[in-house]
Nanobody, 115 residues
Framework: QVQLVESGGGLVQPGESLRLSCAASGIMFRLYVMGWYRQAPGKERDLVATITTGGSSKNAESVKGRFTISRDDAKNTVYLQMNSLKPEDTAVYYC?????????WGEGTHVTVSS
């Protein structure tokens, strides 16, 4: 059974940081492109960042310079370090795993940025 379990969300003030984690099980993690997506209330789910099996990463323009995606294949875990958080970063953050025609999603973790 495939599971992607996100953690690390919460309520923070603008300018603060959070680190999200996504622990994967039931897949050969090292084969998968991993990603973080987010969905704000009333909006579509958008790509935040992806990281390939070789460690190459891409970020959405809205988070460049503030968010960093990384992976630890030994721990089957992908991370999202979020710095200088803004109110517009408020959303449910979802972990995604993709390989060939297989794609899996976590259930999400809430991030709220508010003063």
């Amino acid at each position: 059974q495939v599971q992607l379990v996100e953690s690390g969300g919460g309520l923070v003030q603008p300018g603060e940081s959070l680190r999200l984690s996504c622990a994967a099980s039931g897949i050969m993690f090292r084969l998968y492109v991993m990603g973080w997506y987010r969905q704000a209330p009333g909006k579509e789910r958008d790509l935040v960042a992806t990281i390939t099996t070789g460690g190459s990463s891409k970020n959405a323009e809205s988070v460049k310079g503030r968010f960093t995606i990384s992976r630890d294949d030994a721990k089957n875990t992908v991370y999202l370090q979020m710095n200088s958080l803004k109110p517009e970063d408020t959303a449910v953050y979802y972990c995604n795993a993709r390989w060939m025609n297989r794609e899996y999603w976590g259930e999400g973790t809430h991030v709220t940025v508010s003063s």
